[in-house]
């Protein structure tokens, strides 16, 4: 039972240009958001998160979205650079009730110089 | 700065035998996890240590499966019997206590193979 969905296994883009990162979630009860950076045979890094009480949070060239009507975040990063390629996850915790994250399984983002 | 720490980064070992990793977490944070990770997966929750107390276990996380962290530091998870299934990246997690919405921070994690 996948309550984190990120749909798109693979994106390319061009240096300079917007790469747009989608998740999607079942569980309403879900009020925090994170997304993770991950580079081949290291951890997840943190990138940045979103509490269910706003709609955006930004970050340098990281800007996270949240629709939680659509149960819809993104993640939008501008200008894309080569050092982004990486595998991003999105993650979701339902504070009240635990502390475990529930992540998606992953798009992997190439930056075409 | 020391991130989290992880070792070993790998273990290869013969299906049955007993594999015990050790996680060393973000000093001062008092909240410690283990994820499991498998090809084409995302990570998956295993457990969770308030200090040195264990408050949640995932119904990943059979009978075979132990984790410990004795003095609120230091965590092991150790697996028993292991079986072919049981091959995947284990990664451990902390964070600080206090506020409830807090990032977790990964360390690199234990890439376990099963013979």
């Known amino acids: 039972d996948q309550q984190v969905k990120q749909n798109s296994p693979s994106l390319s883009v061009q240096e300079g240009r917007i790469s747009i990162l989608n998740c999607d979630y079942t569980n309403s009860m879900f009020d925090y958001f994170l997304w993770y950076k991950k580079y081949p045979a290291e951890g997840p890094t943190f990138l940045i998160s979103?509490?269910?009480?706003?709609d955006k949070n930004e970050d340098g060239r990281f800007t996270v979205f949240l629709n939680k009507s659509a149960k819809h975040l993104s993640l939008h990063i501008v200008p894309s650079q080569p050092g982004d390629s990486a595998v991003y996850f999105c993650a979701a915790s339902e504070t009240n009730t635990g502390n475990q994250f529930y992540f998606g399984t992953g798009t992997s983002l190439t930056v075409i110089p | 700065d020391t991130g989290v720490s992880q070792n070993p980064r790998h273990k290869i070992t013969k299906r049955g035998q007993n594999v015990t990793f050790r996680c060393d977490p973000i000093?001062?944070?008092?909240?410690l996890y283990w994820y499991r990770q498998t090809l084409g997966q995302g990570p998956e929750f295993l457990t969770y240590f308030q200090n040195e107390a264990q408050l949640e276990k995932s119904r990943l996380l059979s009978d075979r499966f132990s984790a410990e962290r004795p003095k609120g530091s230091f965590s092991t998870l150790e697996i028993q019997r292991t079986e072919q299934g049981d091959s995947a990246m284990y990664l451990c997690a902390s964070s600080p206590g206090g506020l409830r919405n807090q990032p977790q921070h990964f360390g690199d994690g234990t890439r376990l193979s099963i013979l």
């Open positions: 000093s001062e944070h008092n909240r």
């Open positions: 979103i509490s269910s009480i706003k």
